[in-house]
T-cell receptor, first 111, second 113 residues
Framework: GESVGLHLPTLSVQEGDNSIINCAYS??????FIWYKQESGKGPQFIID?????DKRQGQRVTVLLNKTVKHLSLQIAATQPGDSAVYFC??????????FGAGTRLFVKA | KAGVTQTPRYLIKTRGQQVTLSCSPI?????VSWYQQTPGQGLQFLFE???????NKGNFPGRFSGRQFSNSRSEMNVSTLELGDSALYLC????????????FGSGTQLSVL
């Protein structure tokens, strides 16, 4: 079946460094991906999305890269701050409401 | 614009009881979907409602049901609660649920004792 997975369950980075969170997907027909951030006690918040006609998209301090050849995407956070500490999910949104979510990577930012 | 509102934030129930959770979507959004989030299984899709109709359903038993009202507000019901139903239940809304990203509420944390 379809799946979306993240390579690491936790990631620890120093404040000010760049963070890279990886995600793999299995459905070669998938064409729309979203990254969500979930802080403790809150629901997931939209960070950035990317469609398959792009291989890179930038937001404020975040960049998503999509490699369709190996079915892999990554979220890069520049100059990571303590407020970035959260769980990050990649989601295959190709199916709309039946979005397939990855298990999540917990990002720890060390001061 | 107000976000997705879920009530209550916390619930404690005992096995065998039933529970009803409520979700108010973002104004103008017609699609409401529900997810169960647990540490072991992550986010799992329960069902989605659009214009008062259940449009799609995930792989959960019939004890899990829902409905949507004419104002797009939605409720989710779980009957005959089991210990394994303890989870964070998240509601998400979108304009049409097909091509628009989901906006999540803060969830209802359900504990079944």
């Amino acid at each position: 079946g379809e799946s979306v997975g993240l390579h690491l369950p936790t990631l620890s980075v120093q404040e000010g460094d760049n963070s890279i969170i990886n995600c793999a997907y299995s459905n070669s027909a998938s064409d729309y991906f979203i990254w969500y951030k979930q802080e403790s006690g809150k629901g997931p918040q939209f960070i950035i999305d990317i469609r398959s006609n792009m291989d890179k998209r930038q937001g404020q301090r975040v960049t998503v890269l999509l490699n369709k050849t190996v079915k892999h995407l990554s979220l890069q956070i520049a100059a990571t701050q303590p407020g970035d500490s959260a769980v990050y999910f990649c989601a295959d949104f190709t199916g709309g409401f039946k979005t397939i979510f990855g298990a999540g990577t917990r990002l720890f930012v060390k001061a | 614009k107000a976000g997705v509102t879920q009530t209550p934030r916390y619930l404690i129930k005992t096995r065998g009881q039933q529970v009803t959770l409520s979700c108010s979507p973002i104004s103008g959004h017609r699609s409401v979907s529900w997810y169960q989030q647990t540490p072991g299984q992550g986010l799992q899709f329960l069902f989605e409602y659009f214009s008062e109709t259940q449009r799609n359903k995930g792989n959960f038993p019939g004890r899990f049901s829902g409905r949507q009202f004419s104002n797009s507000r939605s409720e989710m019901n779980v009957s005959t609660l089991e210990l394994g139903d303890s989870a964070l239940y998240l509601c998400a809304s979108s304009g049409d649920g097909q091509n628009e990203k989901l906006f999540f509420g803060s969830g209802t944390q359900l504990s079944v004792l």
